[in-house]
């Protein structure tokens, strides 16, 4: 069973940086294609940015240049570097994986929440 966990969200005012991880359980966690997702309150899911199992990325043209997606193979962790962070930022960032290459993923993280405040 795969199980993926977040951490890292919290308060931060606008122009500030967070740094989110998800640490997963996986043991092939390097065949994985990664992503992350957010909701904001009254919205849809949406995709923010994935990883692909070489390492090549893709991100949403609302976080491009300022949010930045990795991975640490040996550690079975995803990682989400935000900076210049902005109020329509504050959402719940979901980690997200499958082993094949579809988005979304199968597998959902439980969410950690990032409130960035004016």
């Known amino acids: 069973q795969v199980q993926l966990v977040e951490s890292g969200g919290g308060l931060v005012q606008a122009g500030g940086s967070l740094r989110l991880s998800c640490a997963s359980t996986v043991s092939d966690f390097s065949i994985y294609v990664m992503a992350w997702y957010r909701q904001a309150p009254g919205n849809e899911r949406e995709f923010v940015a994935t990883i692909i199992p070489d390492g090549r990325s893709n991100y949403a043209d609302s976080v491009k240049g300022r949010f930045t997606i990795s991975r640490d193979n040996t550690k079975n962790a995803l990682y989400l570097q935000m900076d210049s962070l902005q109020p329509n930022d504050t959402a719940v960032y979901y980690c997200?994986?499958?082993?094949?290459?579809?988005?979304?993923?199968?597998?959902w993280g439980q969410g950690t929440q990032v409130t960035v405040s004016s």
């Open positions: 997200n994986a499958d082993r094949v290459p579809r988005l979304p993923g199968r597998y």
